[in-house]
């Protein structure tokens, strides 16, 4: 049988500090009783003795993390700080000396059973209390915990029954609250630090409404997951998403990959375009001023003018290496058939080094 010790210790602190033992007093007078015809005087003394032990009762410590919270007659009376402190003996006072300064903690979903060798902590699932229905209609497994500290001692002894099952129970209202506003995918995901915070929140607001004397200071999710039962169908829907932002994300690499080169290849072939253009207008006006040029000139002297685009033309011609040149003297020219290569791509053989060194020379004529 597995012992819940927190509710045991609460049990045991709910109950105050034990009753005297009738039985244990009735053999120490028994003692006394003997004593007396023993001892001179022996009554009075020990009803002396008994009366200084029982004042001596009401002396009690305060550790310094502890509060002292008297009560008289089982009513509040005052409360005491660290250090030593007297009371009026039990039964008519009592003392309680409840932590305010640790920080405890409340599991819900789920309870720890303890460590064992070579094995861990071990843990005991409690479905009832970590089963919860999310906003889209899911089921959702929450395991989580509450730590929390006493703000007000007096508050926190008096005010509720069982503070400790009170917070436990309205912490789990809270959760449920929340998961219940919420989506699956969120509480699986990334939505879990919005989960706690809003649980916080609320679970405080709650405590400060029973006046429990109760400061909550962290909500923690130890695990969210889908049941077991369905555990797999949540495991390939997860997968589904995550090749999905997988392949949106390649997707969204290559554009960002081949837009910037589309891009640049665009206004590459633009700026060509446009240097083209300013090529084109530019030649074409020049060819145009030297035209007028010319117009000019050859209205002033005609002949000298024809004569000088004469010379420069076959200037031109005579300097292409790219053109075959025939040259024949006038006697040669009378005896021979005029004869060009029309063909394309007809070309003259190549002449030797030695004669291609040797210039030209017409045999008798221009």
Do not use: C
Not at 61 to 69: F, K, L, N, S, Y
Not at 119 to 142: A, C, F, K, W
């Amino acid at each position: 049988m597995n012992w819940d010790w927190e509710k045991l210790q609460e049990q045991k602190r709910r109950q105050g500090p034990p009753p005297p033992d009738f039985g244990r007093i009735g053999d120490e007078f028994k003692r006394l009783a003997d004593l007396k015809n023993r001892i001179p005087g022996g009554p009075k003394l020990a009803i002396l003795a008994v009366a200084v032990v029982w004042l001596l009762s009401g002396i009690y410590i305060v550790e310094p993390d502890e509060t002292g919270v008297v009560q008289r007659f089982g009513a509040y009376s005052y409360v005491t700080g660290p250090g030593p402190h007297y009371h009026l003996p039990y039964p008519i006072e009592t003392v309680q000396t409840p932590k305010v300064s640790q920080v405890r903690r409340i599991e819900v979903g789920f309870r720890t059973l303890g460590s064992r060798e070579g094995q861990g902590q071990q843990y005991r699932d409690v479905p009832e209390e970590s089963l919860m229905l999310t906003g889209d209609e899911n089921i959702v497994d929450v395991q989580f915990i509450v730590q929390y500290q006493i703000s007000d001692p007096v508050k926190y002894l008096f005010r509720l029954d069982r503070p400790d099952e009170t917070l436990k129970n309205a912490a789990e209202a809270a959760m449920r609250e929340v998961i219940g506003n919420d989506k699956i995918d969120s509480a699986l995901t990334d939505g879990k630090v919005a989960i706690q915070t809003a649980t916080l929140a609320l679970l405080q607001r709650m405590m400060d409404k029973y006046e429990s004397g109760i400061d909550v200071v962290a909500v923690q999710l130890q695990d969210v997951h889908p049941p077991r039962e369905v555990i797999d169908a949540f495991k390939d829907v997860a997968s589904a998403r995550e090749d999905r932002v997988r392949l949106v994300n390649e997707a969204e690499a290559y554009r960002n990959d081949i837009l910037p080169k589309a891009r640049g290849l665009a206004a590459s072939m633009e700026n060509q375009a446009l240097a083209y253009k300013d090529q084109s207008v530019r030649k074409a006006q020049g060819e145009a001023a030297r035209f007028t040029a010319l117009a000019n000139e050859y209205a002033k002297a005609p002949e000298v003018t024809r004569q000088r685009l004469y010379l420069e033309n076959m200037e031109t011609i005579l300097r292409n290496p790219a053109l075959d040149k025939i040259i024949l003297s006038d006697e040669a020219l009378r005896q021979a058939v005029p004869y060009l290569p029309l063909e394309p791509g007809a070309r003259r053989a190549p002449r030797s080094e030695a004669e291609a060194a040797k210039p030209a020379r017409p045999e008798g004529g221009n």
